[in-house]
C-alpha cells in the first residue's frame, strides 16, 4: 500500500511529523492548533482558536484528496472545557461554517497542556477519502 505524507504550503512548516498521512483510502490528520503559516498563535480567545485550528485540519484533509464530509473522528483537546461549552453556539455556527453538517465521530478531552503555551485548543482527525 502507498503512504503519502502530505505538508500543504498554507499550513506552517512540519518539524518531526506531517500534517497529514494518506495510506490508501484512510488519512490520519495530525493535530492542528490555531497556528497561521507564520508560526503564530492566533490572538483572541477559544472561538478564534477553533477558526484556526479547524480550518487548518481542513486545509491538511484537502491537501491530501478529502473533503469535509469525508471525516470519520475528530479528537477536540482543549485546556478549559468551560469556556468551550460557554461558546458552544457560536463553535457549532463555524463548525457548519466550515465543515458543514455531516458530523464525524466526536470527542472533547480535557488537557492540562498543549505544545505551544499559546494555544487553548487542538483539533485532531482521521478520515476516509475514495478514489487517488
Known amino acids: 500500500m ?9 499550513l506552517a512548516r512540519a518539524s518531526g511529523f506531517s500534517h497529514a498521512v494518506r495510506a490508501g483510502e484512510a488519512v490520519y490528520l ?6 497561521t503559516k507564520d508560526g503564530a498563535i492566533v490572538p483572541g ?3 478564534e482558536q477553533f477558526r484556526q485550528a479547524l480550518t487548518n485540519l481542513l486545509a491538511a484533509l484537502a491537501a491530501a484528496g478529502g473533503r469535509p464530509a469525508d471525516l470519520v473522528s475528530v479528537t477536540i483537546y482543549l485546556l478549559d472545557i468551560p469556556d468551550y461549552q460557554a461558546h458552544g453556539k457560536r463553535i457549532g455556527t463555524i463548525w ?7 458530523y464525524p465521530a ?9 505544545w505551544q503555551p499559546e494555544a487553548l485548543i487542538e483539533i485532531q482527525g482521521t478520515a476516509i ?3 487517488e
Open 96 to 102: 457548519r461554517e466550515l465543515a458543514g453538517t455531516d
Open 30 to 35: 495530525a493535530g492542528q492548533t490555531a497556528m
Open 106 to 114: 466526536m470527542a472533547g478531552i480535557g488537557v492540562r497542556a498543549l
Open 2 to 10: 502507498r503512504i503519502d505524507r502530505i505538508n500543504p504550503p498554507s
Open 129 to 131: 477519502v475514495a478514489g
Open 45 to 47: 480567545g477559544i472561538v
